[in-house]
């Protein structure tokens, strides 16, 4: 059974970098066509993409946020990342890792648990 | 790219059936069969039920079913039951540049 897991600091300062892994467990994340995506949700709010990564290695980013997301992929530690920079209040939210099958159109079909970060001097 | 446009709410009771819509572009929805949706509990990671559009993967009961009609999917839960009570979540691919994008988000309660 596939799980993923969120990791990183739940406090970051603004203007700062937000930095983020997902280990991924019960699966190699190199083996098979997964993509490897991150998603956020706000507070009380809806949910929006932020970016994925192929088993290759290449990515897709949101464009409303392409200028400040950086997605890589560690598969010797069978993790992959988010950095997203220049933080301010409104990055503040739960961010989710997740798995998407195939040519990664079809849903995500293994979520994290979610971790919650917060932009906060 | 906006937010897909979901009823904020909808409700039914017990045994009854519940709809919610799920209405974007030709961008996005209309434009290609690659809707998914999304249950989500408080406190809880979303849970796949939907994907391409009517497809249920392993598990999700058949009380739950997709369609689509030109810019608008729907999801259609039938047989309401109590712990179908949750937050679901459209989304749909929207091309090369876009990739991506999720509906607004619809709260169902079951009376």
């Known amino acids: 059974q596939v799980q993923l897991q969120e990791s990183g600091p739940g406090l970051v300062k603004p203007s700062q970098t937000l930095s983020l892994t997902c280990t991924v467990s019960g699966g190699s994340i190199s083996s098979g066509s997964y993509y490897w995506s991150w998603i956020r949700q706000p507070a009380g709010k809806g949910l929006e993409w932020i970016g994925r990564?192929?088993?290759?290695?290449?990515?897709n980013y949101n464009p409303s946020l392409k200028s400040r997301v950086t997605i890589s992929v560690d598969t010797s530690k069978n993790q992959f990342s988010l950095k997203l920079s220049s933080v301010t209040a409104a990055d503040t939210a739960v961010y989710y890792c997740?798995?998407?099958?195939?040519?990664?159109?079809?849903?995500?079909?293994?979520w994290g648990q979610g971790t919650l970060v917060t932009v906060s001097s | 790219q906006s937010a897909l446009t979901q009823p904020p709410s909808a409700s039914g009771s017990p045994g009854q059936s519940v709809t919610i819509s799920c209405t974007g572009t030709s961008s996005d929805v209309g434009g290609y069969n690659y809707v998914s949706w999304y249950q989500q509990h408080p406190g809880k990671a979303p849970k796949l039920m939907i994907y391409?559009?009517?497809k249920r993967p392993s598990g999700v009961p058949d009380r739950f079913s997709g369609s689509k009609s030109g810019n608008t999917a729907s999801l259609t839960v039938s047989g309401l039951q109590a712990e179908d009570e949750a937050d679901y979540y459209c989304s749909s691919y929207a091309g090369s540049n876009n990739f991506e994008v999720f509906g607004t988000g619809t709260k169902v309660t079951v009376l």
């Open positions: 990564i192929y088993t290759s290695g290449s990515t």
């Open positions: 997740a798995r998407s099958p195939g040519r990664g159109y079809s849903g995500y079909d293994y």
């Open positions: 391409e559009v009517s």
